[in-house]
């Protein structure tokens, strides 16, 4: 694993904002026929709004098949990285490629071969779970009964068949995260983006979409990249994971390396230890907390301790 700290942003570079194209019709081209190593690659991309840099020359690729986490604070740059898988929105600079293509030159390929679940969903509330699905369908060139036969499946396997004709906006928040991971995967996308798929999930339907996510990945080949909070939702289904911090990948490499690198036990303590200012609390022996202390000061202090216990 390596980590590099970005030393030097990119700046003074003019800031290019192109919305994707929401709705899509005509049938889904095939992917590329030559072989290709990465079916998924962003190479040196930078977003910049106004004055602030969202990403300063981010760099991976994702292999066919392969489950990739993507972990960072809040604002690092995560679901601009997925945006822009999407379509969504252009970088500024660099360029990003799905199956071999370069969003910039195709995005329509990126929304074709894409299924994208976002953090907060927005599902029509008067449409019943059926309808919305082969609505979605629709977009996508999904002839309707293809996609009223693929909902079905999923709906029996997400446990919502038998909400399958009640209005949207009568179901549990729990049930409208199904029906959003679902909406996500009706036109059978070569590629699928997670942004915090266990949201408001309890542990047993959690347990079920880390177990549906491997399946995609090991049965049916699905490229899947994550971008959670849940370290260990990344920990358990992750093959490899990049930590990105104020733009920039600052560490990349399967859970296990990263955390031999960070000498941690779980991929929650090597995060700590490599996000700079994470600060632990330090407790009197009455509970209260009297300081905070960065890692580097802690692992200092009790190693100090040991010193003075030793003498």
């Known amino acids: 694993m390596e980590i590099?700290?970005?030393?030097e942003k990119q700046s003074n570079v003019e800031n290019k904002v192109a919305l994707g194209i929401n709705t899509m019709s005509g049938e889904i081209q095939s992917a590329p026929e030559e072989e290709m190593k990465n079916a998924i690659r962003i190479?040196?991309?930078?977003?910049?709004?106004?004055?602030?840099?969202a990403l300063a020359g981010v760099t991976f690729a994702v292999k066919p098949g392969e489950i990739f986490g993507l972990l960072g604070p809040n604002g690092a740059g995560k679901t601009t990285s997925i945006r822009i898988l999407k379509g969504m929105i252009t970088p500024t600079s660099g360029d990003a490629f799905i199956l071999g293509k370069s969003i910039s030159e195709d995005s329509l390929?990126?929304?074709q071969h894409t299924g994208y679940l976002p953090e907060e969903g927005s599902l029509i509330g008067r449409l019943t779970p059926l309808e919305l699905s082969e609505f979605i369908g629709?977009?996508?060139?999904?002839?309707?009964?293809?996609?009223?036969n693929r909902s079905l499946e999923l709906f029996r396997m997400f446990g919502l068949y038998e909400k399958k004709d009640e209005l949207i906006?009568?179901?549990?928040?729990g049930m409208k995260q199904k029906l959003s991971i679902?909406?996500?995967?009706?036109?059978?996308?070569?590629?699928?983006l997670m942004d915090e798929p266990l949201a408001s999930l309890d542990p047993s339907a959690a347990k079920m979409v880390k177990d549906f996510i491997k399946y995609l990945s090991r049965e049916k080949e699905k490229t899947i990249i994550i971008s959670s909070h849940r370290l260990s939702l990344v920990e358990d289904v992750c093959d490899r994971v990049a930590i990105i911090h104020e733009g920039a990948i600052i560490a990349?490499?399967?859970p296990q390396t990263i955390m031999q690198e960070t000498n941690t036990t779980s991929l929650e303590e090597a995060y700590l230890a490599i996000i700079p200012g994470y600060k632990s609390p330090a407790y009197t022996n009455?509970?209260?907390?009297?300081?905070?202390?960065?890692?580097?000061e802690t692992q200092v202090h009790s190693e100090t301790e040991d010193e003075n216990k030793e003498l």
């Open 182 to 192: 679902i909406s996500s995967l009706i036109h059978d996308p070569d590629i699928i």
């Open 109 to 111: 390929w990126a929304k």
């Open 4 to 7: 590099n700290l970005l030393l």
């Open 252 to 254: 990349e490499g399967t």
């Open 286 to 296: 009455n509970g209260v907390i009297v300081e905070m202390k960065t890692e580097a």
């Open 169 to 173: 906006e009568k179901l549990s928040r």
């Open 138 to 148: 629709g977009l996508f060139g999904v002839s309707a009964e293809n996609s009223r």
């Open 43 to 53: 190479e040196n991309v930078t977003k910049v709004y106004g004055s602030t840099i």
